[in-house]
């Protein structure tokens, strides 16, 4: 019995909880290094063009509601005139990635790169209307690069995984 999963369909309901009370400390340990892993998990993003480095920065996951909220601030809607509600119209999407981009940003680096007022500073000198932190991401970086950025902030926070991409493929 100790080389079976407790979700195996031969073991009763009994044999199962006495599975899972044996196997209790294992699954906290288990599920208190899954905090601390998604707590703590950070990415470095290196900005590379023509095989130059011009800077780097730090990225973390994003919790449901941060996502949902950044999805909400930037998604226009519009009323159903027949039922009466409000339906989601569009998305701007580039406020939307500037978004997730800045916010997934580790404070220290927001504070190097996007709230920097010398960057704000020299950005406007070039001619560049800067009025806040997305502003100065659309500015320095390239479509192709947010798009990279974007799928890196997939897989921090648990999107891009292999295993649910194999299983999605299957079915």
Not at 89 to 104: H, Q
Request: hydrophobic fraction near 35%; glycine fraction near 4%; include cysteine.
């Amino acid at each position: 019995m100790a080389n079976k999963d407790f979700m195996d369909p031969e073991l009763t309901e009994e044999e199962k909880k006495e599975m899972i009370l044996e196997n209790e400390d294992d699954y906290l340990e288990g599920l208190l290094a899954a905090a601390d892993d998604a707590a703590n998990d950070t990415k470095k993003i290196d900005i590379i063009r023509n095989e130059r480095k011009y800077f780097s920065f730090s990225i973390h996951s994003l919790t449901d509601e941060m996502l949902r909220d950044i999805r909400k601030k930037y998604t226009k809607y519009t009323k159903n005139r027949r039922q009466g509600i409000r339906v989601a119209d569009e998305l701007d999407l580039p406020k939307y990635r500037a978004s997730l981009i800045y916010n997934s940003t580790t404070e220290e680096d927001q504070a190097k790169l996007w709230d920097n007022p010398a960057v704000k500073k020299g950005l406007e000198a070039k001619g560049i209307c800067i009025i806040n932190a997305l502003d100065v991401i659309d500015a320095v970086l390239l479509p192709g690069e947010k798009d990279r950025i974007m799928d890196i902030i997939d897989d921090v926070n648990g999107f891009n995984n292999e295993e649910l991409k194999a299983e999605t493929a299957k079915n």
